[in-house]
């Protein structure tokens, strides 16, 4: 089994930061592949990023890349999620999941293990 807690959401004009971390604990953490998603009222769970534990590999949805910056602590069993110059679109639950298999993967369905999400509040 894995755990996982998010946290550092909140409220944040446009255009300011937010880091969110999410702790994980039980098997092996490094071992596996580590996502990001969020869901916006209304709308489905999207993918926005992963890291791979081979070579930290990271990957982007294409609506935040150049903006957000994914890393993990192995050390610490602690995937990141920076956010910079945020905009009123990413407002949404951001969660955290574990992907027990191999690769990159950006489903959701393709996840394991999830958090219970922390809320993002971008205001214009």
């Known amino acids: 089994q894995v755990q996982l807690v998010e946290s550092g959401g909140g409220l944040v004009q446009a255009g300011g930061s937010l880091r969110l971390s999410c702790a994980a604990s039980?098997?092996?953490?490094?071992?596996?592949?580590m996502g990001w998603f969020r869901q916006a009222p209304g709308k489905e769970r999207e993918f926005v990023a992963a890291i791979t534990w081979i070579g930290g590999g990271t990957y982007y949805a294409d609506s935040v890349k150049g903006r957000f910056t994914i890393s993990r602590d192995n050390a610490k069993n602690t995937v990141y999620l920076q956010m910079n110059n945020l905009e009123p679109t990413d407002t949404a639950v951001y969660y955290c999941?574990?992907?027990?298999?191999?690769?990159?993967?950006?489903?959701?369905?393709?996840?394991?293990?999830w958090g219970q999400g922390t809320q993002v509040t971008v205001s214009s």
């Open positions: 039980g098997r092996a953490f490094r071992r596996y592949t």
């Open positions: 999941a574990v992907d027990t298999a191999p690769g990159v993967r950006v489903t959701t369905g393709s996840y394991d293990y």
